[in-house]
């Protein structure tokens, strides 16, 4: 079975900090990893992915992850925070051979303050 | 890009009635879909893999006669909420495997309120 915990419910960070939003997952075989942001009562929004390949992703909106197969983390970075970064972030994990189905992790909910 | 459309936003109903929730790709042909449900502060969990022309496969603990699936055309799957009760006051959100593009992509979720 496939699973991503995101240990911290919630990350405070002042506008202009470095942000970084933890994430490591379990799974069967090679990993795809996806980060996701969701803002009050819409869908997910992509951020970015991996694959295979380089393991720092670039993405959307200046975000960044990087892949450690060693310690299975894909944690979510961006070198400074805005305060429209504040949203709700998933982190969703799929196994190679698998029938294509997302786990996500439980969320993490980004503050971004001036 | 690939885009998914899934109407109503949100939606009102009355306690015992039924409520369809659309979920459309709109530039491209999904064979699988996926529909959602998230309660408030929490994560997704996966309701059902709707795949085109066959039987939806859903996930333990789901109940298949009270949300129906049907995706009978390659742009579009439906969830049915049958007999709504308040306990089934949720977001719902769909999303489509969306040939490599992004991998998923993601509806606009559905608020569902039953009175």
């Known amino acids: 079975a496939q699973s991503v915990a995101q240990p911290e419910d919630q990350v405070n960070v002042a506008e202009g900090n470095p942000l970084t939003v933890k994430c490591t997952y379990s799974?069967?075989?090679?990993?795809?990893l996806f980060w996701y942001v969701q803002y009050p009562n819409r869908g997910l929004q992509f951020l970015l992915k991996?694959?295979?390949?380089?393991?720092l992703v670039k993405g959307s909106y200046g975000f960044e992850a990087e892949f450690n197969k060693s310690q299975t983390s894909f944690h979510l970075k961006k070198p400074s925070a805005l305060v429209s970064d504040s949203a709700l972030y998933f982190c969703a994990v799929r196994g190679t051979g698998t029938a294509s189905k997302l786990t996500f992790g439980t969320g993490t909910r980004l503050q971004v303050t001036l | 890009g690939a885009v998914v459309s899934q109407h109503p936003s949100w939606v009102i109903c009355k306690s015992g009635t039924s409520v369809k929730i659309e979920c459309r790709s709109l530039d491209f042909q999904a064979t699988t879909m996926f529909w959602y449900r998230q309660f408030p502060k929490q994560s997704l969990m996966l309701m059902a893999t709707?795949?085109?022309?066959?039987?939806?496969?859903?996930e333990q603990g789901v109940e298949k006669d009270k949300f129906l699936i049907n995706h009978a055309s390659l742009t579009l799957s439906t969830l049915t909420v049958t007999s709504a009760h308040p306990e089934d006051s949720s977001f719902y959100i769909c999303?489509?495997?969306?040939?490599?593009?992004?991998?998923?992509?993601f509806g606009s979720g559905t608020r569902l309120t039953v009175v």
């Open positions: 799974v069967s075989g090679n990993p795809y």
């Open positions: 709707s795949n085109e022309g066959s039987k939806a496969t859903y």
């Open positions: 999303s489509a495997k969306d040939g490599g593009f992004h991998g998923y992509t």
């Open positions: 991996y694959i295979t390949g380089d393991n």
